[in-house]
């Protein structure tokens, strides 16, 4: 039936039919449903799992297909989204175009000057192709504009940042009404609302109201409502070509064209289509401009809208089955911002992770997210692209409750502190590292403190961690049992102790301690080459600065190393294992494996022998293909120190949505996501470290997933090892130790009591001493300590000098030494 609906829809096409387009729905659709109509290369409009799936039509193939779906029906037409544009009476206005959103925008500045500052982020395409002179473009003049609020507005001041951006998709209009409509807001309560003057004082907010003007002048002139992309001329005629329904051979969608997992699930390489990914990553000058606005500062979160489909959605949503590092703690923010906002037919939105609605590659969340650590979302607004003009005000209105809950956000469940020099006092980037989820296997950034203020703001749920502060040349500070509270921010000033640079000496070797001669060691957190072992397995690094690192170690034929290590010198000893704990080369059967669909043993390829596991082993997979390979017995993580997967690969997966995915569980019923395999690649070897899991057990699967659409060879899968070892590592005597005790301050700054805490693991009997001083260098008061106890010692400083006089506002330097030598320092501030 399939196959003759798909000849039926090319000879439509190629009849050259055409009729005004509507979207229409079909009721309680079937995953696959969406799959075979996003990859017959229909624009899907809005999908709803289990619920709906809208799709824009004309009238022949809505003929053709309802038949095969009885529930299809019109739910917006062309005539209706043109009308929604204006309200049609004089008090309610309509939709802002470009000129009037300016015009407010400067308005807005001089109004509120001392508030917002209003700057442009560049030209459009559009614009320039303007101001070359290519007359297609006459009526077009349009820069990207941002707007700063903050209450020093001219100041980079030392606060958390966060964004509104609108428009990324010109057919939604309602995105750029929805920023306006919270920037208004706040400006308009600041100094009346308590609430919106903290967040104003203690915030710096930007808006990008209209990403994409060049695009929304198609769709606001009513050239084209079904205009979703920016004007890029993909053809490089110097025409405007939008073709029929928003499908024009111009054009790229702009949500896209991020530079974070580019480039294959509903996204295409066709320049004609609606999800044309451009070029290359951020080859559009309007993703361009919003990439290096949020370069400029440390956005700790933010939120693109979107219409339609009442959702809050989080990363990751590149691959299905993605649980990110961070997935707790976003979700319940976006739990918490959806039951503020009311549906427009009752009941609220609806929280989900982005590849649940479905995958999408190259978007703004998951380069903010993956990139950067931000906490971004997407909330798709009402219920069709363009609501009514009527309704814009209240669905705008609607969601003002969610965006103040994100910036106010910062204000619990949050880790957030300044790490200065302990020695000047000057401010540091260090890295904030949080065991549990930094050694999360999908982590793709760094957490760092800010340069210029040395902030940090690490958002988490509420419960107990361990925290290593790092950078190279400074003692790390180890923060044990750091609490989490619901209700306010936990707040740590940390002062690192600089270490003074060393010889280092590492030495690779194998489990025998035979050195390893050409093994590859790469430091994953810096940005340098990778290093290479001599013929005695060692590694000299000299001006070395200790401290904590990330190692990535390989050698051929061993287990690859993938863990933080301190080194502190003067020599680190590392053994890699060649005994795996499962070998697996397919030789000789998949008694190993539990097997659904086609999966089995190929001979046309393999990476060694005469066998290898595939997908399809007889030739091309199949359409609507769901299956798995599986390890049959989960591997056991108990008393192992370094986990490690290692494959060679070989695919040759269509892009049109098909790919095969490399997943575990700790329970065999629960998956998550690990990697993905798409597009074409050669014999590869693929390794990956499970250290996360230590301590539990790990079951494995690759699962394949095809499409109704294309096909291809599939994946092969040779020589599989898994190597589990115990005591990888063995450091040496070191001469930059790290700190047996946890010290830290809290409330800083202070103006009553500040809080000296100190921690450590074991008893120290040896008296302890905490010497404040002032910016000359002056002893101010000295708190001592008989001894120290497991757990957690408070030890107040009331803010008084040895001879109990009130010490003035400033900054004090609070130093923690044991029998004359010098643990750590940290600064403290006193504000009265």
Known sequence: MRTLLISLFMIMLTSGLAAVSFVARIDSPLPEDYLYFDTQGFDICGYHPDEYLDVLMNQSNFDIYQSTYPSLHITQTEAQLKAHLSSGTRDLPGYRNYQQLVTELMALQAQYPSLITVQSLGDTWATQYHDQGYTAYQNYDHQLWSVKLSDNVTINEDEPCFYFVGEHHAREPISMETVMAILNHLLSGYGSDPEITSIIDNSQIWFVPLLNPDGYKIVNDQTSVWWRKNLIDSNGNHQIDIGQDGSGADGTDLNRNYGFQWGYMNATGNASSITYHGAQPFSEVETQAFRDLLATQPFVAGISYHSYGEYVLYPFGYMYDIVSPDAVEQQALANAMATTIPGQSGGNYTPMPSYQLYPVSGSSDDWAYGTKGTFAYTIEMGTEFIPDAADMNTIAQNNLSAAKLLLNRVNQKVLKGHITDAYTGEPLQAQIYVAGI???????????????????????????????????????????????TSDAPTVFDIALIPCETTELTIT??????????????????????????????????????????????????????????????????????????????FETNLSNWTITGTWGRSTTNFHSGAYSLADSPTGNYTSNTNSYCRLATPLSLQGVQNANLQFYAKFNIALDGDYCELMYSTTGVQWQYLDHYVGVSDWQLHSYSFNHLLGSQLYLRFHMSSSSSSNADGIYIDDLKFFASANPVDLQDSLCPLPEISFGSYPNPFNNVLNFRLETATKLDEPLQVEIFNLKGQLVKTLDLSELNPGITKLPWNGVDRHNRACSSGIYFARLSRQGTVLQTLKAVLMK
């Open 508 to 585: 690779i070797q194998n489990a025998m301690a035979v050195p390893l001669a050409g093994a590859e060691l790469q430091f994953t957190d810096l940005d340098t080459q990778p290093y290479t072992s001599d013929a005695e397995g060692k590694v000299h690094l000299s001006g070395f600065y200790p401290g904590s690192y990330r190692l990535r170690i390989s050698a051929t034929g061993y287990e690859q190393f993938e863990r933080l290590v301190a080194l502190n010198g003067p020599e680190v000893f590392i053994s890699l294992s060649a005994a795996a704990t499962l070998s697996e080369d």
């Open 438 to 484: 930094d050694d999360n296997p999908l982590i793709t950034w760094v957490s760092k403190s800010d340069s210029t203020f040395g902030s940090f703001y690490r958002f988490l749920p509420v419960g107990t961690y361990t925290v290593k502060i790092m950078r190279p040349g400074y003692t790390t500070e180890v923060l044990n049992y750091v609490q989490i």
